[in-house]
């Protein structure tokens, strides 16, 4: 194995500074320029600089995810390269993340950061989480963990983190589990294994997939929208346990029975869903319409899991097999 970290640059605050006829945050630095506030990196590794683009998270799409994970896949396999870094917009950062650690099934370390303050703020945060970042890319100990995300210096899972505050440089938290570990000065301390890793085989994604939040008194117009507007799939973000309004439980039905995959998770930030009520509209009726259970992911979480599976199947009772393989027994 080489001592070769390969970092690709997306955009994100992290490649931002203010401009100042906007007197707003825009991507401006090089992928040159944010390397080179990472003093000393050279003394732990050789770092190859690959820019994918300048985007901020709000422009990253599906489409653009996938290619991504081509990029990684490929640099990822190179004998020369140790471990990858992707620097990232936190905005989707998750979404990224997650949308990486189903489509590839790295040994190596790849991992991806971002930053809360652009480099115009005091106290701009990315060279010290990119060089953490680095530093979990050439660990020992970061290796066969599936895709991790770093940030100020905590160490969590693709498929559990989640951005949790709107300004906060410690905002990507794993609300059900806790962080993997952390990072202390170049070391990388784990407390804990991963908990699941899901593989998806695609090179493809169906990008036409709704993500509906329940409210008190939903109807099932949104929905009809959806089948509607030809969308492929829905995921409905569910109220607590699972359990939506009646008129919106007679819509995920419509849409199941044209053939449209209704994923339900909650809209709770922790906890798993479960077919435990049995009123009109509770769990247990969504699940004997068919109605594919989550798990604990959120939503937007969920609607990527969803596209990519949509992107080869177009069966639910597939579809919701795999969905929920090792999740739901019955
Ligand atoms: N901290 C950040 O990166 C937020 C920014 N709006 C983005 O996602 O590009």
Redesign the pocket.
């Known amino acids: 194995m080489g001592n070769k970290v390969a970092v690709i640059f997306t ?4 490649s ?1 500074k203010v401009d100042p006829r906007l007197n707003a ?1 825009i991507p401006g630095l090089t992928s040159e320029e944010i390397m080179g506030m990472v003093t000393n990196i050279e003394k732990f590794t050789e770092i190859e600089r690959i820019n994918f683009g300048e ?5 990253i799409d599906p489409e653009m995810m996938m290619e991504l994970s081509k990029l990684v896949k490929n640099t990822i396999s190179r004998d020369d390269i140790t471990g990858v870094v992707v620097t ?6 998750e979404e990224t993340a997650y949308l990486l650690d189903l489509t590839i099934k790295p040994k190596k370390p790849i991992v991806i950061v ?5 480099s115009s703020e005091l106290g701009y945060d990315g060279p010290s989480n990119l060089s953490a970042a680095i530093c979990t890319a050439i660990s020992k100990e970061a290796v066969n963990k599936g895709v991790l995300v770093v940030m100020n210096n905590e160490v969590n899972a693709a498929s559990e983190v989640t951005k949790t505050n709107t300004l906060s440089l410690d905002t990507f938290k794993s609300p059900e589990f806790g962080p993997l570990g952390i990072v202390d000065n170049d070391e990388v301390i784990f407390y804990r294994d991963i908990i699941n890793h899901d593989h998806i085989e695609t090179e493809n994604i169906e990008s036409k997939v709704a993500l509906l939040k329940s409210v008190a008194g939903m109807d099932s117009d949104l929905i009809d929208y959806c089948i509607g507007a030809g969308y492929k799939g829905i995921v409905v973000e569910a109220m607590g346990r699972g359990n939506v309004p009646i008129e919106m439980y007679k819509g995920i039905k419509r849409s199941i029975e044209k053939n449209i995959p209704v994923v339900i998770v909650s809209r709770c930030p922790t906890g798993r869903v479960l077919d435990t009520y049995g009123y009109p509209g509770g769990g247990k009726n969504l699940r004997n319409i068919g109605a594919i259970f989550g798990n604990n992911l959120p939503g937007q979480k969920a609607r990527i899991k969803l596209m990519l599976l949509l992107s080869i199947y177009n069966d639910i009772q597939t579809i919701k097999d795999i969905f929920e393989k090792d999740i739901y027994t019955k």
């Open positions: 955009g994100g605050t992290i931002m945050a985007y901020p998270g709000p422009h990232h917009g936190t905005d989707t950062l971002g930053a809360m303050r652009n």
